[in-house]
């Protein structure tokens, strides 16, 4: 599975951006798509998942804020931010996790970097 994130850039706060992901490969078996990220100094952290069947779940600290999707039929899955605050300066990435019987595999995007200025 591949993936390219797309979407980042600086906004200042209180406004908004759109990620998008784009995955290609072999894409069977995919259970979960999502975004997480990282901000210097920290662990990389989940912000929003959506499975299979379109459960989503949010980061404390972005719900209501962000709201995660995706399209089955063209293999993207988006992340639309919105009130965004300093704190959420970070270099943000696309997951996508396929569980092949007992086995889990994540995939990764190489990240994409949002800036929230004051």
């Known amino acids: 599975v591949q993936l390219q994130a797309s979407g980042g850039g600086l906004v200042q706060a209180g406004g908004s951006l759109r990620l998008s992901c784009a995955a290609s490969?072999?894409?069977?078996?995919?259970?979960?798509m999502g975004w997480y990220r990282q901000a210097p100094g920290k662990q990389r952290e989940l912000v929003a998942s959506?499975?299979?069947?379109?459960?989503?779940a949010y980061a404390d600290s972005v719900k209501d804020r962000f709201t995660i999707s995706r399209d089955n039929a063209k293999n993207m899955v988006y992340l639309q931010m919105s009130s965004l605050k300093p704190e959420d300066t970070a270099v943000y990435y696309c997951?996508?996790?396929?569980?092949?019987?007992?086995?889990?595999?994540?995939?990764w995007g190489q990240g994409t970097q949002v800036t929230v200025s004051s």
């Open positions: 959506i499975n299979s069947g379109g459960s989503t």
């Open positions: 997951n996508v996790v396929k569980r092949i019987y007992s086995t889990t595999l994540d995939f």
């Open positions: 490969g072999n894409l069977f078996s995919i259970s979960a």
